[in-house]
């Protein structure tokens, strides 16, 4: 290329970046809403630090390489390999542990629904049941969470919403109209590391690998994985279910117990673990919690994430969640929560993939 050329390309580069300053002031970000771990600090600094590394020949990759297969599409290994980075640098067991090691399409997000960390942009688990917050009273809507720093965000570009890329999130911002932008660190964009922003709403979202455990959801016959798991722990503490049942899936016992449970409190007898159902056995569970002070050694699995030790340091503010009656109205859409229908993103467009889909990949 003409030098005279590219000293044009790079004034205009200058002048179109000092454009955009403005409109980035007018962004604010976006505190977390969960503590941010230290190790969530070391990945995003491992991760920022590969920004701008690009690809070799036909694909080679460092991070394939250390994944096993040099010419692979990139975007999961190379968050793994940061990953592994922070295990080597810190001393800490995060792969497989807290962040999944994979390569191939859907199985890091079949990793995070085994683990009970993986949530769904529109709100609707597949073979699970619609989602909802902690402590919220409905269901899962697109928007309703706001991505936490180190949580991994799961992209599709084919109508079939398998997985087809991956990022790790930094932080989101938030503009003087309230539009949320997720703004992320990622591999094989399409030949390089670099930082990218995607709206809130963006359809192409399938959902989130989330650092902490952030939502519940609908579970029913033949699930299993932690979810299952710390039902199952509740239902023990309230001596519903012997302790050897606890093994991670809703079977045929567990699904009594809810019978049972959904019985003797006037709920709708289905023997799946709806929202209703959750809420009732969380209010018991914490009534047990406070009334019966030799159950306080009661493991943490047994209790909400968001129901920590400090909170029993305040008896009259728990005390005041009363259970409420059979008959209590639950904000609920769709009506019926337990006659589950496959949800596919209404919003999902063939043409809003990212300019960059099928560039030297």
Not at 265 to 286: C, F, H, K, S
């Amino acid at each position: 290329m003409k030098k005279p050329v590219m000293a044009l390309l790079l004034a205009l580069s200058a002048l179109a970046l000092l454009a955009a300053v403005p409109a980035l002031a007018d962004e604010t970000r976006i505190a977390p809403a969960y503590p941010v771990p230290d190790y969530v600090t070391w990945l995003l600094e491992t991760a920022a630090g590969e920004i701008g590394y690009r690809e070799g020949d036909h694909g080679w990759s460092k991070y394939g390489e250390w994944a096993g297969d040099p010419y692979a599409q990139w975007c999961a290994e190379f968050l793994c390999w940061c990953v592994d980075q922070v295990d080597q640098t810190h001393g800490t067991h995060l792969l497989n542990e807290v962040y999944p090691m994979y390569s191939g399409s859907n199985t890091g997000r079949s990793w995070y629904i085994s683990h009970g960390r993986y949530l769904v942009r529109w709100g609707n688990l597949e073979n699970w049941g619609y989602q909802w917050l902690k402590d919220e009273d409905h269901f899962l809507t697109t928007g309703d969470y706001i991505p936490q720093p180190g949580d991994w965000v799961f992209f599709t570009w084919t109508s079939d919403l398998d997985t087809d890329h991956v990022a790790l999130v930094e932080f989101c911002t938030q503009d003087e109209a309230g539009n949320v932008t997720i703004h992320c660190i990622e591999g094989n964009t399409p030949v390089a590391v670099k930082r990218a922003e995607y709206p809130l709403t963006y359809s192409r979202i399938l959902g989130y690998g989330t650092v902490h455990d952030v939502c519940d959801w609908t579970i029913r016959g033949g699930n299993a994985g932690a979810k299952v798991r710390q039902l199952q722990e509740k239902l023990v503490t309230l001596g519903l279910l012997p302790p050897d049942r606890v093994d991670g899936v809703y079977g045929s016992a567990t699904a009594q117990v809810i019978r049972d449970f959904q019985t003797e409190r006037g709920l709708r007898v289905t023997g799946i673990a709806n929202i209703e159902t959750q809420r009732a056995i969380n209010r018991r569970v914490r009534v047990l919690l406070v009334d019966d002070p030799s159950s306080w050694t009661v493991s943490d699995a047994a209790l909400d994430e968001n129901f920590s030790l400090d909170d029993m340091t305040d008896l009259s503010a728990l005390l005041s969640r009363p259970e409420a009656p059979p008959d209590e109205e639950i904000s609920l859409q769709p009506e019926d929560q337990d006659d589950l229908e496959e949800g596919n993103p209404d919003d999902l467009v063939e043409d809003s993939a990212p300019e960059w889909i099928g560039e030297n990949q």
